[in-house]
């Protein structure tokens, strides 16, 4: 059985920082394209950010410069580290697994990320 478990999310202020976890069992993530997408409320899900096997990485444009994906391919592990967040970054943020990108084959379940004062 597949899964992909995310952690990491939480309440930050505006500027802060926040790592994001995937964790995945079930698969070997170095024969997937990796990658984080988030949702807001009544917003339609949109990529954030993905990471070939072969070290391309692909971002949003509201967050180049601010996020950075990086995989542990031998802790079957992706990270998303968010730095100077937004408030506009609040959403519940999805990891997946694409064999044959951008046919995405695994969902996590998310985890919620929430910038405020």
């Known amino acids: 059985q597949v899964q992909l478990v995310e952690s990491g999310g939480g309440l930050v202020q505006p500027g802060g920082s926040l790592r994001l976890s995937c964790a995945a069992s079930?698969?070997?993530?170095?024969?997937?394209?990796m990658a984080w997408y988030h949702q807001a409320p009544g917003k339609q899900r949109e990529l954030v950010a993905a990471?070939?096997?072969?070290?391309?990485?692909d971002y949003a444009e509201s967050v180049k410069g601010r996020f950075t994906i990086s995989r542990d391919n031998a802790k079957n592990t992706v990270y998303l580290q968010m730095n100077s967040l937004k408030p506009e970054d609040t959403a519940h943020y999805y990891c997946?697994?694409?064999?044959?990108?951008?046919?995405?084959?695994?969902w996590g379940q998310g985890t919620q990320v929430t910038v405020s004062s």
């Open positions: 990471a070939t096997n072969g070290g391309f990485t």
């Open positions: 997946t697994a694409a064999r044959s990108w951008p046919r995405t084959d695994y």
């Open positions: 079930g698969i070997m993530i170095n024969t997937y394209t």
